[in-house]
């Protein structure tokens, strides 16, 4: 199984930005898609953007244009860089693995929480 350990987050103004990080350890060799979520209270946890081994990625439609995804394959980490944060985005951010097959890899972590206020 893959461990992951989220970072990054904090309070930030509306139209502040954050990078978030996430660290992977454990049977790694798997991993094809290494992807973002968030859960706000109340809600269910959504899927926020996700790259590929070969760097293709895909976003949800609320975060295209002002999040961006990036992977560092060989030391195992993925980014998420939230820019022009707004009050729809607060949420506790988890990263995610999923193997070539569509299996997911890792139990969902801690999260790191990501809070937008004036």
């Known amino acids: 199984q893959v461990q992951l350990v989220e970072s990054g987050g904090g309070l930030v103004q509306p139209g502040g930005s954050l990078r978030l990080s996430c660290a992977a350890s454990?049977?790694?060799?798997?991993?094809?898609?290494m992807a973002w979520y968030r859960q706000a209270p109340g809600k269910q946890r959504e899927l926020v953007a996700a790259i590929t081994s070969g760097g293709a990625s895909n976003y949800a439609d609320s975060v295209r244009g002002r999040f961006a995804i990036s992977r560092d394959t060989a030391r195992n980490l993925v980014f998420l860089q939230l820019n022009d944060l707004n009050p729809e985005d607060p949420a506790v951010y988890y990263c995610?693995?999923?193997?070539?097959?569509?299996?997911?890899?890792?139990?969902w972590g801690q999260g790191t929480q990501v809070t937008v206020s004036s």
């Open positions: 454990g049977t790694i060799h798997n991993i094809y898609v």
């Open positions: 995610h693995t999923v193997g070539p097959f569509g299996t997911s890899l890792s139990a």
